[in-house]
């Protein structure tokens, strides 16, 4: 049995990780068809609800669901000295949104970290969190990729681009960067860490140059975006309520101790390739 178990490496983080840099052999369980070879991986058909370890791993590196993790961890299916999970920040940005499935997804996320930490302190191993912030970088992404969508096949778009909400979107080939870097820290990347991206501007601002990298042809009508989030508080649509709040993370525990160093937000076309 491989040393490292990787879980989500199909999905967006996934995409981006150099498996070649992996610190150990890896197998990665996956639903989909197996993909094509990577190097130091090798794959395996399943899931978690299924899936059962022997000895444990020397670590596991997810990259998908946290839940899910938490729940086989729990149950005992999978055992490691040291447990590496994406989470995120709706965590906490999420937690008093007019909509209660956000809310539900937030406090998802709070039990399964929880549910984690107990599982490894029981165990006496390690358990990293990361939690990006608003993520971008493959088109696989379900904000700003959706808006380069739109963009792509609509002439004229609107949008509220005077949203003053600061964002600090992060690129995906940051996070796997840093997944690989995390690995191989040992006791110091023990704890949860916030992953905020390298550039805090207004929502309004991502907006424009999700736009410009994308459909540079495509022209913008602004939206009143005062009206768009007392129509969002009411009828219970998080993203449009937040459109004029701050979220915005300290990075300064993920800086110092892992080394975070994101790059800011300057999208080109490739960042937001087309999907079948």
Request: no cysteine.
């Given at each position: 049995m491989p040393a490292l178990l990787i879980l989500g490496l199909s999905g967006q983080i996934g995409e981006l990780l150099d498996t070649a840099a992996l610190p150990m052999p890896a197998l990665a369980l996956s639903r989909q068809p197996t993909s094509p070879p990577r190097p130091g991986v090798v794959?395996?058909?399943?899931?978690l609800a299924s899936f059962q370890t022997g000895p444990a791993f020397a670590a596991v590196l997810?990259?998908?669901?946290?839940?899910?993790?938490?729940?086989?961890?729990?149950?005992?299916r999978i055992r490691a000295d040291h447990v590496l999970a994406f989470g995120s920040t709706s965590r906490w940005a999420k937690a008093a949104s007019p909509d209660p499935s956000e809310r539900t997804l937030a406090q998802r996320l709070a039990c399964a970290e929880e549910s984690l930490a107990v599982s490894q302190k029981r165990s006496g191993g390690r358990l990293t969190v990361l939690r990006?912030?608003?993520?971008?970088?493959?088109?696989?992404?379900?904000?700003?990729?959706?808006?380069?969508?739109?963009?792509?096949r609509w002439p004229l778009l609107p949008l509220?681009?005077?949203?003053?909400?600061?964002?600090?979107?992060?690129?995906?080939?940051?996070?796997?960067?840093?997944?690989?870097?995390?690995?191989?820290l040992g006791p110091a990347a023990?704890?949860?860490?916030?992953?905020?991206?390298?550039?805090?501007?207004?929502?309004?601002?991502?907006?424009?140059?999700?736009?410009?990298?994308?459909?540079?042809?495509c022209r913008l009508w602004p939206l009143p975006w005062r009206g768009l989030a007392a129509v969002g508080r009411a009828g219970g649509w998080g993203a449009l309520a937040r459109l004029g709040e701050d979220l915005v993370f300290d990075a300064t525990?993920?800086?110092?101790?892992?080394?975070?160093?994101?790059?800011?937000?300057r999208p080109v076309a490739a960042d937001f390739p087309r999907r079948a």
């Open positions: 794959w395996q058909t399943g899931d997810s990259l998908g669901p946290l839940d899910r993790l938490a729940e086989a961890m729990v149950a005992g990006p912030t608003l993520v971008w970088g493959v088109g696989r992404d379900a904000t700003l990729s959706r808006v380069a969508g739109w963009a792509r509220p681009l005077a949203a003053p909400g600061r964002r600090q979107p992060v690129h995906v080939g940051d996070l796997a960067a840093l997944a690989l870097r995390a690995l191989s023990e704890g949860g860490f916030d992953l905020p991206g390298g550039e805090s501007l207004p929502f309004g601002t991502l907006l424009r140059r999700t736009v410009a990298a994308a459909a540079p042809d525990p993920a800086r110092e101790r892992l080394g975070w160093a994101p790059r800011g937000f």
